[in-house]
């Protein structure tokens, strides 16, 4: 009986070690799913931040952007320059509290050149 006491204390102690764990990790990468960068041009840059609003109400720490209803299917885009094609703009995405707040302040700054589309680095307002 002493034997399975023993091995139970062990499973309990490493369980709340593994737990530990987790929650030292979560405290320093708060959100694992969050972007790094977002591709985004002018039209979904104003939809964002007509949106800005209600993505900065939510309760949770990490704030799923869905623009999907803004981009407009209709508009034929320009040709791409026959050097690099721009990168496809992010439709959907997640940012932490301070990645939202980064995005909005990095889209409102002026001479940002978002068309045919821009890649903002969320990690630069830390």
Do not use: H
Not at 56 to 66: F, H, I, L, R
């Amino acid at each position: 009986m002493k034997k399975s006491f023993f091995s139970w204390r062990t499973t309990v102690a490493g369980l709340a070690g593994g737990l530990l764990l987790i929650v030292n990790a979560s405290a320093q990468d708060t959100c694992g799913l969050c972007a790094k960068q977002v591709v985004i041009n002018s039209e979904l840059a104003t939809c964002f931040l007509d949106q800005y609003d209600q993505f900065a109400k939510t309760s949770s720490d990490a704030v799923v952007v869905d623009l999907s209803s803004c981009a407009s299917r209709g508009v034929v885009e320009a040709l791409p320059s026959p050097n690099k094609a721009p990168a496809e703009p992010d439709m959907q995405f997640i940012v932490s509290r301070p990645q939202l707040a980064c995005l909005k302040k990095q889209l409102e700054a002026p001479g940002v050149v978002l068309d045919p589309s821009a890649t903002i680095e969320l990690d630069s307002c830390k």
